[in-house]
């Protein structure tokens, strides 16, 4: 139990375009999913905590306007980028609580290369 | 007083042997304590975990010490094998049951186990 998907796993975009990521908990509810951005060789950089049907909380530093979060249910949480550019290129992983526990389950990430 | 130091960067072992990686934080308000194993192009899965109350957890050839005068930690991989080469990440966090919470990560440690 406690499975994380990700879709997509790899996508790749022109300069200028949005792409949206979705994070699904395929066997229970989270309330919050977390949203990582990861370069390569580096450590996890939390980006915003997405809760259940309300505004997400972004880390200081990462712009709001540029990264959307929605958190529209219980087993779902997206992340589009807007007009993304060439430094938006990254693995982008989100984690998902379980309801009633503190413990996170991570997707298995999702590689975004903007032309 | 949030960050999570952990070492070393990177770790090469033969197999059979033992395989070590140290971690120290400052927040004393931490309460838990997961390591991460991370292969190239996935997701992090959580590996084990330790809560200060204990000096030692054991989950088959992974153990976690845990020093809390000291605020260090360690996992020790026994008996490594090749299929352990991945990323390995420590992290802490705040620990409230029914409350999601920000994971702080270390810096990680590439093991490269050799036959």
């Known amino acids: 139990g406690a499975v994380v998907s990700q879709h997509p796993s790899r996508v790749i975009c022109k300069s200028g375009t949005s792409v949206k990521i979705e994070c699904r908990s395929l066997?229970?509810?989270?309330?919050?999913m977390f949203w990582y951005r990861q370069f390569p060789k580096k450590s996890l950089m939390l980006m915003a905590t997405?809760?259940?049907?309300?505004?997400?909380?972004?880390e200081q530093g990462v712009e709001k306007d540029k990264f959307l979060i929605n958190h529209a249910s219980l087993t779902l949480s997206t992340l589009t980028v807007t007009s993304a550019h060439p430094e938006d290129s990254s693995f982008y992983i989100c984690?998902?609580?379980?309801?009633?526990?503190?413990?996170?389950?991570f997707g298995p990430g999702t590689r975004l290369t903007v032309l | 007083q949030q960050q999570v130091k952990q070492s070393p960067q990177s770790l090469i072992v033969q197999k059979g042997g033992i395989s070590i990686i140290n971690c120290a934080y400052e927040?004393?308000?931490?309460?838990?304590f997961p390591w991460y194993q991370q292969f190239p192009g996935k997701g992090p899965a959580l590996l084990i975990a330790?809560?200060?109350?204990?000096s030692e957890k054991k989950e088959g050839r992974f153990t976690i010490s845990f020093n809390k005068s000291a605020k260090q930690f360690s996992l020790h991989i026994m008996d490594s094998q090749p299929g352990d080469s991945a990323t390995y990440f420590c992290?802490?966090?705040?620990?409230?049951?029914?409350?999601?919470?920000?994971?702080?990560f270390g810096t990680g440690t590439r093991l490269q186990v050799t036959l």
């Open positions: 984690s998902a609580n379980r309801l009633s526990y503190n413990e996170q389950f």
């Open positions: 066997d229970f509810q989270a309330t919050t």
């Open positions: 997405s809760n259940e049907g309300s505004k997400a909380t972004y």
């Open positions: 927040n004393t308000a931490f309460d838990y």
């Open positions: 330790i809560r200060p109350d204990v």
């Open positions: 992290a802490a966090t705040v620990f409230f049951s029914g409350t999601a919470s920000k994971l702080t």
